[in-house]
């Protein structure tokens, strides 16, 4: 499974756009950019994923470069429940297992 | 909607006693996957299960077993356990359409604390 690298923490102030960047510059064609978030030790929550083209959904926005070796998620309008580690998760679509890095931890402050 | 339960969600045991974490998905779901997050941690993947067989398989130590029964439920059993596993045990979800699979679903998980 390709390597990702985000930084390891982040702050964001309410009502502004967090972007948080995540590099998998070792993806090969078939893997997949998922997204998930854990609020405080509670199960992850699955956000967003794509291959190669921007998606966008009710949680969020997902930009990958033309390259694919990084992408960023974009919350438009943080709140303070947006607070929570942010892991970027790349995955080959047949395969069952989620491999966690270290992720960001994101401060949204008031 | 319905979401993954998982039961129970608490669990105190002693060194050297067995614990069995139970895991129910969300209805039609097919595949159940177990995972480990230690103190401090991301989450490990241990094991999953698709239709009832054993899908693929991580770093799960060998007193662990699990299985996914005919209602799709599951169950981790773990057995000698050392005060190491300790830890939150997240069960998720997810299913298979049309030879590519959902996103998983996670439950709220089991805080397994060994003394």
């Known amino acids: 499974d390709a390597k990702t690298t985000q930084p390891p923490s982040m702050d964001c102030a309410e009502g502004r756009a967090a972007n948080l960047p995540c590099n998998h510059s070792?993806?090969?064609?078939?893997?997949?950019v998922y997204w998930y978030r854990q609020i405080h030790s509670q199960g992850p929550q699955y956000i967003i994923h794509?291959?190669?083209n921007n998606e966008t959904n009710e949680m969020a926005s997902l930009i990958i470069t033309e390259d694919r070796k990084s992408s960023t998620l974009i919350l438009p309008h943080a709140t303070l429940r947006d607070t929570a580690v942010y892991y970027c998760?790349?995955?080959?679509?047949?395969?069952?297992?989620?491999?966690f890095g270290t992720g960001t931890r994101l401060q949204v402050f008031p | 909607a319905a979401g993954v339960i998982q039961s129970p969600r608490h669990l105190i045991k002693e060194k050297r006693e067995t614990a069995t974490l139970k895991c129910y998905p969300i209805p039609r779901h097919d595949t159940v996957y177990w995972y480990q997050q230690g103190p401090g941690q991301d989450p490990q993947f241990l094991i999953s299960f698709y239709e009832k067989m054993q899908s693929d398989k991580g770093s799960i130590p060998d007193r662990f077993s699990a299985q996914q029964f005919s209602d799709y439920h599951s169950e981790l059993n773990m057995s000698s356990l050392e005060l190491g596993d300790s830890a939150l045990y997240f069960c998720?979800?997810?299913?298979?359409?049309?030879?590519?699979?959902?996103?998983?679903?996670f439950g709220p998980g089991t805080r397994l604390t060994v003394t």
């Open positions: 998760i790349v995955r080959v679509e047949e395969t069952d297992k989620l491999i």
């Open positions: 070792t993806i090969s064609g078939n893997e997949y």
């Open positions: 998720a979800s997810s299913l298979l359409t049309g030879g590519l699979r959902d996103e998983q679903y």
């Open positions: 794509g291959l190669k």
